[in-house]
């Protein structure tokens, strides 16, 4: 039996929450800016500084997921990298490519969502056991540049 569409709209499948701190890194889509603004005011659109949520990450060659390994370094440990590409026959760049970018700067993949007609987004995330232990219920917030849990 076919997978039925999602009828979530877009940010909630992204998991970007209200006051949620997002990068867009190349991403050039005025409506998904829109969208972003329209759900948090912490939107920047450049390489992100440290304690990012969630960051866009425009890709279209195996070249562009050069940025993973310092973008790791500005999300939330419980934050993640959306790796937004083209899908489909006009596809530039390979899912295993990114998996395997994804793997060399220590993240993993974890869902895939239909970004738009024409791209797709791949979640990427540092793995549990890499993440500072924190207690069920914990809020990361920033501090100068690291993170501490707070309850």
Do not use: C, Y
């Not at 948090?40 to 390994?69: C, K, M, Q, Y």
Request: charged letters at 25%; proline letters at 8%; a positive charge.
């Amino acid at each position: 039996m076919p997978e039925l569409a999602s009828n979530r709209p877009l940010l909630d499948k992204l998991g970007v929450r209200p006051g949620a701190r997002v990068a867009l890194v190349g991403i050039d889509d005025p409506v998904f800016r829109e969208l972003l603004r329209a759900r948090t005011g912490n939107v920047v659109e450049r390489l992100p500084h440290p304690a990012i949520d969630l960051v866009f990450l425009a890709a279209d060659s195996p070249g562009d997921l050069g940025w993973l390994a310092e973008l790791r370094q500005s999300i939330v440990p419980n934050g993640a990298i959306w790796v937004v590409s083209g899908k489909g026959r006009a596809a530039t760049l390979r899912d295993v490519d990114v998996i395997a970018a994804a793997r060399a700067a220590g993240l993993i993949d974890n869902k895939v969502v239909s970004f738009s007609e024409t791209r797709t987004a791949m979640r990427l995330v540092i793995p549990l056991d890499q993440r500072p232990p924190a207690r069920r219920g914990t809020v990361w917030r920033p501090v100068a540049r690291r993170q501490v849990a707070e309850e």
